[in-house]
């Protein structure tokens, strides 16, 4: 789909072709139905085959998309069926194809529910993990350098990691201007996360800036 970052960023509902209609939940929202609760929503939408390479043959993956594992699991289907009356505000029901929206011809599917679900986590300010695949080895020493540039990187990106509270706590204070709780409780995930990246973009640039100046170099 299109121009869906327009959408995100005036948090307008996103018309899903003729299948549904995607509407942003506000921060405020989100707390009002319980974050927790609210993780739970979006796990039909980390699942992937990718993220399951180590569990499932080859063949397994040729012949299974990412919507049929989802169903395949019980749990995580009703996981699925309460995120889509949760997100599309709307009646639905399921047929052995997929699932169909009141008011609408077309069916969410495994045709189309990739593109579905990336929307959804762009909404939320997540995105799908991908996991590594683990290369043959030809011998022991490899594998063991391999293994510790994992274990590397995943304390690396531990050690960023960066908390929900500090992302906002950016947003009230960080930027040119003070922006309030009460309004940010208005904002979508990805606006907040969006307005994060702006100030620690704009704190970024002016530091090389300064750097630039007494420095004299003639490029950043």
């Not at 906002?168 to 040119?176: K, L, S, T």
Request: aromatic share 14%; hydrophobic share 35%; charged share 30%.
């Amino acid at each position: 789909m299109d121009n869906i970052n327009l959408y995100l960023k005036v948090q307008e509902p996103i018309k899903f072709y003729d299948v549904c209609t995607i509407y942003q939940p506000s921060f405020k929202e989100i707390l009002n139905y319980g974050f927790d609760e609210f993780g739970k929503l979006l796990l039909p939408y980390y699942i992937t085959i990718d993220s399951l390479l180590d569990e499932i043959t080859e063949e397994e993956k040729q012949n299974i998309t990412n919507f049929e594992l989802v169903c395949s699991s019980q749990d995580i289907v009703g996981f699925l069926f309460l995120s889509l009356e949760f997100f599309c505000k709307c009646k639905l029901d399921v047929d052995k194809d997929g699932f169909i929206f009141d008011g609408y011809k077309g069916r969410l599917d495994k045709n189309n529910f990739d593109e579905f679900a990336e929307i959804i986590l762009k909404i939320c300010g997540r995105e799908r993990v991908k996991k590594e695949k683990i290369p043959e080895f030809k011998n022991d020493r490899q594998k063991d350098i391999w293994q510790k540039l994992q274990e590397g990187r995943k304390r690396n990106a531990k050690n960023n990691e960066v908390n929900l509270e500090d992302i906002i706590n950016y947003c009230e204070f960080g930027g040119r201007s003070y922006i309030s709780i009460e309004e940010i409780k208005k904002w979508t995930m990805w606006r907040i996360i969006n307005c994060y990246n702006s100030i620690i973009g704009a704190s970024a640039y002016n530091d090389s800036f300064r750097i630039y100046l007494v420095s004299g170099e003639k490029s950043l």
